[in-house]
T-cell receptor
Framework: AQSVAQPEDQVNVAEGNPLTVKCTYS??????LFWYVQYPNRGLQFLLK??????LVKGSYGFEAEFNKSQTSFHLKKPSALVSDSALYFC????????????FGPGTRLSVLP | DSGVTQTPKHLITATGQRVTLRCSPR?????VYWYQQSLDQGLQFLIQ???????AKGNILERFSAQQFPDLHSELNLSSLELGDSALYFC??????????????FGQGTRLTVV
């Protein structure tokens, strides 16, 4: 079965500093990986995905993620954090017989401190 | 705004009752997914419909059911409610059925509180 781990419940970073939110995965077959963000009282918003190709994926709001097959990781990064980036971040992997649904990680709460 | 509309936003009901959650997908999206977000279980996939037909089932209880209507809106029915059913229920939609070919857009969710 596909699974995703986010080893950190909470990440704190100062505004302007680089941020990393970690994700590791376990899949059978090729991984199809996603990052979503959830702001308070909002639904999940798509940030980026890795299907194939370059290991560095660029997404929305200045975020990027690095796919590392040997370490089975897909860490989310941003060079300079903003206070407005504070939210709950979910890593997900495609699942199902036809890749029709997500398996989400437990989420990492990011707090960017001014 | 994702374009996915869920109603109601909040729902408070008693144990043993039945409720219906409604989802209108983005215009043009044929696939609808339901997810449950709770503190202890995290985000769990419940069920998916594509163009009116059930395509996949996840961790959906037998007390729960869903359907997608000809106008593509979907309803999630929860019956014999228990305290543990209290959660945020998300609907998502996408154009296609396979997530690697398309992006899924999530609604703002319906917060269900069972008392």
């Amino acid at each position: 079965a596909q699974s995703v781990a986010q080893p950190e419940d909470q990440v704190n970073v100062a505004e302007g500093n680089p941020l990393t939110v970690k994700c590791t995965y376990s899949v059978s077959g090729n991984p199809y990986l996603f990052w979503y963000v959830q702001y308070p009282n909002r639904g999940l918003q798509f940030l980026l995905k890795y299907i194939t190709g370059d290991n560095l994926v660029k997404g929305s709001y200045g975020f990027e993620a690095e796919f590392n097959k040997s370490q089975t990781s897909f860490h989310l990064k941003k060079p300079s954090a903003l206070v407005s980036d504070s939210a709950l971040y979910f890593c997900a992997v495609r699942d199902g017989d036809y890749g029709q649904n997500f398996v989400f990680g437990p989420g990492t709460r990011l707090s960017v401190l001014p | 705004d994702s374009g996915v509309t869920q109603t109601p936003k909040h729902l408070i009901t008693a144990t043993g009752q039945r409720v219906t959650l409604r989802c209108s997908p983005r215009s043009g999206d044929l696939s609808v997914y339901w997810y449950q977000q709770s503190l202890d279980q995290g985000l769990q996939f419940l069920i998916q419909y594509y163009n009116g037909e059930e395509r996949a089932k996840g961790n959906i209880l037998e007390r729960f059911s869903a359907q997608q209507f000809p106008d593509l809106h979907s309803e999630l029915n929860l019956s014999s409610l228990e305290l543990g059913d209290s959660a945020l229920y998300f609907c998502a939609s996408s154009v296609e059925v396979f997530l690697d070919n398309t992006e899924a857009f999530f609604g703002q969710g319906t917060r269900l509180t069972v008392v």
